[in-house]
């Protein structure tokens, strides 16, 4: 059973940086497209950032040129650095699979980001 692990959220500043964490148990992980999203209160989960199995990734327009999704296959991690944060990034950001086979059915608990402006 996949079983992920968000971490690395927080509390900053508009303007600040954040890197946030996603552990992946229990799949394939170097074949699969991954993603981080995000779920702002009221509203609907949003995918950010994708990257595929051998690096190239895909973003957002409203996140493009800030932040940047990595993964180290060979710990079964994703990350997402993000920079010159936003009061409307604030959100739950989780990660899961991406790409045409879309999310597992599974989420982990996400982790919480809010940006005071």
């Known amino acids: 059973q996949?079983?992920?692990v968000e971490s690395g959220g927080g509390l900053v500043q508009a303007g600040g940086s954040l890197r946030l964490s996603c552990v992946l148990s229990g799949g394939i992980f170097r074949v699969r497209v991954m993603g981080?999203?995000?779920q702002a209160p009221g509203k609907q989960r949003e995918l950010v950032a994708s990257i595929t199995g051998d690096g190239t990734t895909n973003y957002a327009d409203s996140v493009k040129g800030r932040f940047t999704i990595s993964r180290d296959n060979a710990k079964n991690t994703v990350f997402l650095q993000m920079a010159s944060l936003k009061a409307e990034d604030?959100?739950?950001y989780y990660c899961n699979r991406?790409?045409?086979l879309g999310a597992f059915d599974s989420w982990g608990q996400g982790t919480?980001?809010?940006v005071s402006s």
Do not use: D, E, I, K
Request: glycine fraction near 6%; aromatic fraction near 14%; charge should be positive.
């Open 112 to 114: 919480q980001v809010t």
């Open 2 to 4: 996949v079983q992920l």
């Open 90 to 92: 604030t959100a739950v």
């Open 98 to 100: 991406a790409g045409p």
């Open 36 to 38: 981080w999203y995000r």
